[in-house]
């Protein structure tokens, strides 16, 4: 099958600085295009897709315009975000197969149910026996393939309705684990119980479980509190827009 992602416009912030009346003109063509954007803390990919497609619709004075997105980020984490426009969507299945890069922070001693800061923090403490060096040794041990179990706090579906729904109302849900493979991890850096590294892995890998399976390993459990993604495949989110930016295109001097 061909790379549909090869021949479909990519626009990010160079296209973006160089003229913006003509970078919504692109995206709001028939074939379509595909948007970088850097996604902040707090907002849903949902949330920017649906700005997006209001901005378009608006521009364009059609009642509907089809958008999506190439990969979901949890609204606690920020980083790289590609949307698709009209007939661009077509592109996305593409995308979801592309490996991630991720720059991720975590915090030894605690636990969470939804393994990051979402849900209420349990404090375990760290024993003298985790060290530096064992935690270290624990990370780069992770690299490989290995079977994962997708946390109850996220957006599996199950029954037609998202993990996080189900276990919002306390139920418990035995959900199958898939293959995944960790490709590499590097710039490890360890303050405990800080701990931060570079992971580089295949789509629909969850590093809040990664994490949380490393404090299991090391008995003092492990919360994710910072997460941000770098890369998609080769798409870098150095190229993307902000989300300012991506509000900026309804600005009258650019839609008119």
Known sequence: MPDETA?????????????????????????????????????TSFNLVNRLKHILQRFSGDK????GHGGTLDPLATG???????????SLTQLLGLEKTYWCELRLGITTPSFDLETPI????????????????????????????????????LRG?????HARKGRQIEIAAKQITIHSISDVHISLPIVSFRIRC?????????????????????????????????YDVKDAISAEQLDSLSEPGVTQ
């Open 161 to 165: 309705k998202p993990m996080y729904e």
């Open 80 to 90: 790289l975000l590609i949307i698709a426009t009209r007939r661009a969507t077509r």
């Open 7 to 43: 021949i479909v416009p990519m626009f990010g912030r160079a296209e973006f600085d160089a003229d913006k009346a003509t970078f919504l003109q692109s995206l709001n063509m028939t074939d379509g295009a595909l948007l970088l954007v850097d996604k902040p803390y707090g907002f």
């Open 202 to 234: 295949t789509k629909g890998t969850y590093i809040r479980s990664i994490v949380a399976d490393l404090g299991t390993k090391l008995g003092c459990g492990a919360v994710l509190i910072n997460l941000r993604r770098e890369l998609i495949g080769e």
């Open 64 to 67: 509907w315009v089809k958008v």
């Open 122 to 157: 349990t404090i375990v403490g760290i024993s003298d026996g985790v060290t530096a060096a064992i935690v270290e040794t624990a990370v780069l041990g992770l690299v490989g393939e290995q079977l994962q179990t997708p946390p109850m706090y996220s957006a599996v579906k």
